[in-house]
């Protein structure tokens, strides 16, 4: 039996390629897929983007409609 040791990890720092160092980011939701969703950090000093996260769902989600 595998146990799961951690659920996700969010990054606090990363490279800024307009800042040219490692810079605090800000995450956000960018869209909500049908496998999960995506994230995109951005800088918080220029605005830039800096990286983009997919977290996956688990169990089975259906779209509903009328």
């Known amino acids: 039996?595998?146990?799961?040791?951690?659920?996700d990890?969010?990054?606090t720092e990363l490279l800024c390629p307009s800042c040219k160092r490692a810079?605090?980011?800000?995450?956000r939701l960018?869209?909500?897929?049908?496998?999960?969703?995506k994230y995109d950090y951005s800088?918080?000093?220029?605005?830039t983007s800096v990286g983009d996260k997919i977290v996956m769902q688990k169990g089975n989600f259906s779209i509903?409609?009328?």
């Not at 960018?30 to 969703?37: H, T, V």
């Not at 800088?43 to 605005?47: A, E, M």
């Open 1 to 7: 039996m595998k146990r799961e040791t951690y659920r």
């Open 9 to 11: 990890f969010d990054a």
């Open 23 to 27: 810079v605090p980011v800000r995450k």
């Open 30 to 37: 960018l869209l909500i897929l049908s496998n999960g969703d």
């Open 43 to 47: 800088c918080v000093f220029c605005g």
């Open 64 to 66: 509903l409609t009328k």
